[in-house]
């Protein structure tokens, strides 16, 4: 292996995460990772001082570039846009900043940054570079970082509720409770699981059967929670899992994967739901990935 691809390769995960958290997409960083090496591969390294911050810098530029190239496709996109869901190696959850950095709902709430925004929020409060470091890396002065960062967290801060990691084992018991109470249609033990002011969010872009705007309540969701199950126990499976840092169910028909729910849990209630139904946002959802800081 060369140095390049030495140097690279020790610090994928990191990189990885860094793209990820930007776009909201791992096919899109895997993407943005291999063009950031084709780069890095030409790099001098006499040249690179820091190369941590100089490969933060190379692929935050790249995933940038891709960010605002979508911006036309996310304003076409058909119902809610939500992050693709992220399956990962090893458990992240013994690194709580690292958890909820990736969390599905720290995820959605990033996306209402502007993209200049998200990146200083993400190389900041998550990997700790310097509004110095991060000022030359998006061509801003380090006051105006110093300034975005604080309207970033403010921002996120806002909008964001309490972040609480899930033990995986607690997870995929959640999870096969939560599935049993909704396919034997027990109501009573469905909305005792579920948050007074539950929200069901779909992602299909109008290319399968999802809701197209956010159902809201306890009572709305648990019969809509109970009619898919319904429709998965008697012409498919439900397998529990975590997606990012969370707990969730793959879901099944035949063969055929159609979909990952996500599940926020604050206080031992589901908070919000994040159902993925597009099928382009489900290519890779069973590729794990490696992250870190």
């Known amino acids: 292996m060369s140095e390049h691809a030495e140097r690279f390769t020790v610090l994928r995960p990191l990189l990885f995460t860094i793209a990820y958290e930007i776009l909201g997409s791992a096919t899109e960083s895997d993407d943005v990772l ?4 084709l ?16 490969l933060a810098k190379l692929v935050t530029r790249q995933s940038l570039n891709t960010l605002r190239a979508q ?3 996310r304003e076409e996109y058909v119902g ?6 992220l399956l990962t190696e090893q458990d992240a959850a013994a690194d709580v900043v690292l958890a909820e950095s990736v969390s599905m709902a720290m995820l959605v709430v990033l996306e209402t940054l502007t993209p200049d925004e998200r990146a200083v929020f993400v190389l900041h409060e998550v990997f700790g570079f310097s509004h110095e470091e991060i000022a030359s890396t998006i061509g801003k002065s380090a006051a105006a970082v110093r300034q975005m960062a604080h ?3 403010a921002h996120v801060h806002a909008r964001r509720k309490r972040f609480q990691p899930v033990d995986p084992q607690v997870s995929s018991e959640l999870t096969a409770r939560f599935f049993t109470a909704a396919a034997t249609g027990d109501l009573d033990g469905l909305m005792a699981m579920l948050a007074p002011d539950v929200v ?28 898919f199950a319904r429709l ?52 890779t959802v069973l590729v794990p990935r490696r992250i870190g800081r």
């Open 71 to 73: 911006s036309r496709r």
């Open 80 to 85: 809610p846009w939500l992050p693709e869901p």
């Open 34 to 37: 291999q063009e950031s090496y």
């Open 151 to 153: 309207r970033a967290r």
């Open 200 to 227: 069901w969010t779909a992602d299909s872009d109008g290319k399968v059967s999802a809701a197209r705007r956010p159902v809201a309540g306890a009572d709305r969701v648990a019969r809509l929670v109970m009619g």
């Open 39 to 54: 780069r890095w591969a030409e790099v001098d390294l006499e040249t690179v001082l820091d190369t941590k911050a100089y």
């Open 232 to 283: 998965a126990g008697t012409e498919g499976r439900v397998e529990p899992a975590t997606y990012n840092s969370g707990p969730a169910m793959v879901l099944y028909l035949g063969d055929h994967l159609e979909g990952v729910v996500s599940f926020e849990v604050i206080d031992g209630r589901i908070t919000n739901f994040y159902a993925m139904r597009n099928p382009e946002k489900l290519a």
